[in-house]
């Protein structure tokens, strides 16, 4: 059984950063892609960026290119993302989960909580 551990979220006006971590339980994490997904109010939840098993390749939804980077250490089973230059329409609940990378969509149906994630303009 695989949990999921957010955290790092919060109030940040415009232009600020935050970095969000993972913490997965997972005796397999080394071998999956790796990502992580936002909802904001409203909305379905949606992909923001993945990382593959061995941090050689990244992805990015098109509106964090350029502001978001997502890492990975495979020691700690840890999944962090670095975003920088945030934006009001990034406020929103961000969650991780391994990547089904033939549709980037989450590959568990477990979620964990979530941490939220609020700019202010």
């Known amino acids: 059984q695989v949990t999921l551990e957010e955290s790092g979220g919060g109030l940040v006006q415009a232009g600020g950063s935050l970095r969000l971590s993972c913490k997965v339980s997972l005796s397999t994490f080394n071998y999956y892609p790796m990502g992580w997904f936002r909802q904001a109010p409203g909305k379905e939840r949606e992909f923001v960026a993945s990382?593959?098993?061995?941090?050689?390749?990244?992805y990015y939804e098109d509106s964090v290119k350029g502001r978001f980077t997502i890492s990975r250490d495979n020691h700690e089973k840890v999944v962090y993302l670095q975003m920088n230059s945030l934006e009001p329409e990034d406020t929103a609940i961000y969650y991780c989960n391994a990547v089904d990378m033939t549709r980037r969509g989450a590959a568990f149906t477990v979620w964990g909580q979530g941490t939220q994630v609020t700019v202010s303009a």
């Open positions: 990382i593959n098993h061995n941090s050689a390749s990244t």
